[in-house]
């Protein structure tokens, strides 16, 4: 018995070395593989945020092209319906409707009550300021002239346009301490959401609040998103946009 009880004592001897020797084994890091480990995190998140946060802005550059062929495809309707004319300004007063709010009919998205402000097509994700209800501004250029001068007050038929290619009608709305954020149709500055001079284009300096930039110098990259009058959308850069791109009769 003696012998048999030797054998059982050293087995669980054994048994309990082993348990040591297994926890051992199953030691935490040490403090030098914990800097690696942090290290090797942090370059990871240095190679993919900056891709991730690019992939966000792309997203937003989407979803503001399609808010522009949907106002497009408004404007084109809104043309059909009333004998080939469309908005050129954002005036407002009595029976005179700015142009975002004579879209809504024509519009995959439903105002609430006749209130525009439950339409977000008319939103850029990427507008800094959450709360501006109107991040377009429409060409309200008049006249010849390249550098411009008065806006164009009333509807305009598409066929007065030469070049509707290469003519845009919507922009990406500049931001700035000089730029009012409309959050309803009649507030007074919503007259200002129209380009009808040159000092209006992104590559201005103005920040007047009647003669300041309109048109957004960098929303999207280096440049914005237009709506020309053929209803295509594209990318224009701050450098290559010129007057000549707002004037209907050149």
């Known amino acids: 018995m003696k012998v048999r009880e030797q054998q059982e004592l050293g087995s669980r001897i054994e048994q309990l070395a082993g348990r ?30 900056p891709v991730l946060r690019k992939a966000r802005e792309q997203g937003k550059d989407v979803v ?26 954002a005036e407002w007063g009595g029976d005179i409707k700015p142009w975002f709010q004579l879209f ?5 998205q439903k105002a609430i ?10 939103r850029c994700p990427s507008y800094p300021d959450k709360e501006q209800t109107v991040c377009y501004v429409v060409n309200g250029w008049r006249g010849q002239s390249n550098n411009g001068g008065s806006m164009q007050r009333v ?23 000089w730029r009012t954020i409309i959050k309803k149709a009649t507030d007074r500055d919503v007259t200002r959401c129209d380009v ?3 000092s209006h284009l992104p590559m201005s300096e103005s920040q007047g609040t ?19 009058l ?21």
Not at 235 to 248: D, K, L, Q, R
Request: glycine content about 6%; charged content about 25%.
């Open 20 to 49: 040591v020797v297994g926890m051992r084994e199953r030691r935490g890091f040490t403090l030098i593989e914990l800097l690696v480990v942090i290290a090797i995190i942090a370059l990871l998140m240095g190679i993919l945020v």
């Open 64 to 89: 503001c092209q399609n808010n522009m062929r949907q106002i497009g495809l408004a404007a084109n309707f809104y043309a059909d319906h009333y004998d080939l004319y469309i908005p050129r300004s």
């Open 104 to 108: 809504m009919p024509f519009l995959a």
């Open 113 to 122: 009550r006749d209130d525009y402000r439950s339409v977000d097509i008319f």
């Open 155 to 177: 509807a305009t038929k598409l066929a007065d346009c030469r070049n509707p290619a290469s003519t845009i009608y919507l922009a990406d709305n500049e931001d700035g301490p």
């Open 196 to 198: 009808f001079r040159q």
């Open 210 to 228: 009647t003669d300041g930039r309109r048109v957004a110098r960098a929303r999207h990259r280096n440049g914005c998103n237009s709506l020309l």
């Open 230 to 250: 053929d209803w295509h959308v594209e990318w224009v850069t701050a450098e290559e946009m010129t007057a000549e791109m707002w004037s209907f009769e050149d």
